[in-house]
């Protein structure tokens, strides 16, 4: 992935892209324990990690918060893995993780910008996204496990 470095600070806490900043441990910890992570393992974590724009908050070196954006960086991206430790919720975190990728600089001008989530419309529909379809027919394939 060919993305730019994007670096903000709020307080005492750092927001990162920078992929060398994730903490790894960290971040499967939070995935295990959410309700869409629970299949993860560290080598799928791994790739997609390094093929995806990442967003992670740290108080200090201690990660609070981490993102990602699957993207072509042209014409599409997909958000997901949206997740804020318990101790640090209720502060934005989440907010700020999402107004920065929607602002970053290598996913502007695409056509679209996709996301699922089961508990967390509230925050989404702050930002634009929306149930709202235009007409079309969602297809996915599947594969056998």
Known sequence: MNDR???LERGAL???TDRARVDRDA???LLLASHWGGAMTREILDRAIENSICIGVYDG???LAFARAVSDLATY???TDVIVAEQARGRGIGSWMVETILTHPDLQGLRR???WSRDAAALYAK???TTEMLKSTYMELRPSR
């Open 5 to 7: 470095i994007v670096e």
């Open 14 to 16: 750092l927001l990162s």
């Open 27 to 29: 971040v499967l910890v």
């Open 61 to 63: 070196t201690h990660q």
């Open 77 to 79: 991206a997909y958000l």
């Open 113 to 115: 910008f996709a996301l």
């Open 127 to 129: 930002f634009g996204f």
